[in-house]
């Protein structure tokens, strides 16, 4: 399998962007992809507010997603612990919730595993941007290993005039070069998921291509900040995968024209 890199289950650390204060315990763990690229596995850690008022409660999911399709290949799985806590418990209890939280979900996701035949701790080799952002858009230019050509990834809410709260997705790739027009839908939401009723706004959290069998695929995972009670805000996190082949080789193809600009 071309492009994978060996990795450990690195945390990627979520920020928070919106205004007020922003739980910054939510993340994603990649847990690894199929033998054949179709298929990857990742789990996401998170706090949400629970009944309880002023409380929280940990939740931890297991996801396998479908990459060249974008969707889930099964219901994801979630366990979330038996008691609720203060706002901001302390590292130590998130640490030991996590712990827990992961044996249990890890034992019921262990069949899912080697049905689908995922490698665990394989992982596609993540690519770096160029992040710049202004009012409910935010764009990452993605460079390739090929030296100078990139493709721009632009996430904002929904720019639809039926829309008008402004929270549905809209996700599309486009090659980075404006002499070269050329883009692809990623996602582009008809409707508005009950559990992102509540999302304020959705960022770039990670990037990663990989090629199989002649075909290049991206995983991208987006930060989406969702209103909390009072001042308190949540971060959870989402996935958007596709085939991307025709628009990577239109970058990579890409050769521009100097002959304008003189000796």
Known sequence: MKALSLLFLVLITAQGFSQGSVHRYSAII??????DGRYIAYLERFIQP??????????????????????????????QAEENFSLYPGLAVYSFQ????????????????????????IWPSYYWGI???????????????GGGHGVELLVENSPYPDDPEKKML???????????????????DTRLPGWRSQCTEYRIAAVYFFQE?????????L????????????NRFMCVT??????????????????????
């Not at 996590?98 to 701790?121: D, H, P, S, T, W």
């Not at 996700?171 to 002499?179: H, M, N």
């Not at 991307?244 to 080789?249: A, L, S």
Request: charged share 25%.
């Open 50 to 79: 629970s009944e309880e008022e002023g409380s929280t409660i940990f939740v931890c999911a297991f996801f396998i997603v479908d990459v060249p399709m974008n969707k889930y290949a099964i219901s994801p799985l979630y366990v």
């Open 242 to 263: 596709g085939d991307v082949t025709e628009i990577w080789e239109a970058a990579l193809s890409f050769q521009p024209d100097f002959s304008e600009l003189g000796h």
């Open 30 to 35: 990649p847990l690894g992809i199929s033998s």
């Open 98 to 121: 996590e712990y827990e939280l992961r044996k249990r979900l890890m034992a019921q996701a262990e069949g899912y595993l080697k049905e689908f035949g995922i490698q665990v701790g």
């Open 170 to 188: 809209y996700l599309r790739l486009q090659v980075g070069q404006a002499s070269l027009e050329k883009e692809m839908i990623l996602q582009k």
């Open 131 to 145: 992040g710049v952002d202004d009012y409910r858009r935010y764009y990452e230019l993605i460079w390739h290993e």
């Open 223 to 234: 930060r989406l900040t969702l209103e909390g009670t009072g001042t308190y805000n949540y």
């Open 213 to 221: 069998k002649g075909s290049t695929y991206i995983v991208t995972f």
